[in-house]
C-alpha cells in the first residue's frame, strides 16, 4: 500500500519533522511549497525556502518526499533540491497546455542530467472530464518517467466513474484516492478509504497536520497523524474482497448517482415549498391540474426520446408531484 502523508502546505521545517517523526514507516511524506490557491488571499505557500526544508528531512529521516509543480521553474528547482515524487495539482490539470508545458521541462531535466524523480502523480482535473486525465497521464508517460494517478474527486463529489474510467484504461498505473480533498472533511476521510480499499486501490495521499486547526490551509480536511496511523493500520490489514470487481465499481458509481438524485429532489421540494408560499400570498389554489399536464407531456416526450418506458416515467413524476402538492399545502 502506498502512502503519500503530510501537511497541506509546508509551514515551519519543525513542522515537517514532527510529521516526519509520526507518519507510518515507509509513507512518502508529502507538503505543498507552491499553493496554486482559488483565491489570492488565502496562504500562497512559503516558496523555495520549503524545499531546503524537504532536503533535509530527507536526509535526516531517510525518506522519500514529495511536493506539488505547477511552472517548468518549479519542476528545475524541485529536481535540484532531489524531491523523489512530483505530484501535478487538480487545477494545472485542468489545463493540457500547462501540463505539456511541465511535460517538456521535465524530460529537459533529466536530460541534463538532473535525479530524476521516482514517480510523477498526475491528480483528476477539478473539472469533472476523464479524458482531460487520461490525456494528461498520457503526456507525462511520453516523458519515460514512471506515472502515478491521484483520484481526488470534483468539488467535494467523488465522481468514481472517473477513476472506474482510468482504472479500466489504464490498468498498469497505480491509482491512489486523495480522501482530503475528495471530502474536503477529516471526519468523512475513514468511510471514503474503505470505499476505495474494496475497489482495490493501490494506496492513499492523504493529508496530515500535527494541528489540524491551525494549519493555514485545508484546515478541516487535515488529519493528526495519529489519527491516520490507526486508519493506515487498519486498511493495511483488511483483507481485499474477491468479489466481482467490475460490479463493485458500477455500484460505486450508481451510489454515488443515487445521492446526487435525492438532493436534487431535496432542491424540488424546496422550489415547491416557495411556490406554495407565493400561492398562498396571491390567492392562487394549490393544484393547478393544466399545470400538472404540462409537466407530465413534456416527461413522457423525453422518456420516448430517450427510449424509456413512459409508463413508468409518469408513475415516478406523479409520485414526485404527490410529495410536492403535500409540501405546498
Ligand atoms: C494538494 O494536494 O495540496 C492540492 C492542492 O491538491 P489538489 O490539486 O487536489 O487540490
Ligand atoms: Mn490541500
Not at 438524485?261 to 408560499?277: A, E, H, K, Q
Not at 422518456?303 to 424509456?308: G, P
Request: aromatic share 4%; with cysteine; glycine share 6%.
Amino acid at each position: 500500500m502506498i502512502q503519500i502523508v503530510g501537511p497541506c502546505a509546508a509551514e515551519t521545517e519543525e513542522q515537517l519533522r514532527l510529521c516526519a517523526q509520526t507518519i507510518p514507516h515507509g509513507s512518502i511524506l508529502r507538503a505543498g511549497i507552491w499553493k496554486p490557491r482559488t483565491s489570492p488571499d488565502s496562504f500562497q505557500g512559503v516558496g523555495d525556502e520549503g524545499l531546503q526544508w524537504l532536503a533535509r528531512i530527507r536526509q535526516e529521516f531517510g525518506i522519500a518526499v514529495a511536493t506539488e509543480v505547477s511552472t517548468p521553474e518549479q519542476v528545475e528547482k524541485a529536481l535540484q533540491s532531489g524531491i523523489n515524487h512530483l505530484w501535478i495539482g487538480a487545477r494545472t490539470c485542468a489545463n493540457p497546455i500547462q501540463v505539456q508545458t511541465l511535460a517538456d521541462a521535465l524530460a529537459a531535466a533529466v536530460q541534463r542530467g538532473l535525479p530524476r524523480p521516482e514517480t510523477i502523480w498526475v491528480k483528476n482535473p477539478v473539472n469533472d472530464d476523464a479524458t482531460l486525465w487520461l490525456g494528461n497521464i498520457h503526456r507525462l508517460q511520453r516523458t519515460g518517467i514512471p506515472v502515478g494517478a491521484i483520484h481526488r474527486g470534483c468539488n467535494h463529489h467523488p465522481c468514481w466513474h472517473m477513476a472506474h474510467t482510468l482504472r479500466t484504461q489504464c490498468p498498469d498505473i497505480p491509482l491512489l484516492l486523495d480522501p482530503s480533498h475528495m471530502t474536503g472533511d477529516s471526519e468523512l476521510v475513514p468511510d471514503c478509504c474503505l470505499a476505495a480499499h474494496a475497489l482495490g486501490y493501490d494506496g492513499y495521499m492523504v493529508e496530515v497536520h500535527p494541528h489540524p486547526s491551525q494549519a493555514l490551509s485545508d484546515s478541516r480536511q487535515q488529519l493528526p497523524p495519529d489519527a491516520w496511523k490507526s486508519l493506515s493500520a487498519q486498511l493495511q490489514h483488511l483483507p481485499h474482497a474477491d468479489g466481482d470487481r467490475e460490479l463493485q465499481w458500477l455500484r460505486q458509481e450508481m451510489d454515488e448517482v443515487d445521492d446526487a438524485l435525492w438532493d436534487t429532489l431535496l432542491r424540488r421540494m424546496d422550489i415547491s415549498r416557495r411556490i406554495g408560499n407565493h400561492k398562498r400570498q396571491t390567492g392562487l389554489e394549490v393544484l393547478q391540474p393544466q399545470r400538472f399536464s404540462q409537466i407530465l407531456e413534456r416527461r413522457t416526450e423525453w422518456a420516448e426520446k430517450h427510449n424509456i418506458s413512459p409508463k413508468s416515467v409518469q408513475e415516478i413524476m406523479e409520485a414526485i408531484h404527490r410529495e410536492s402538492v403535500r409540501v405546498q399545502k
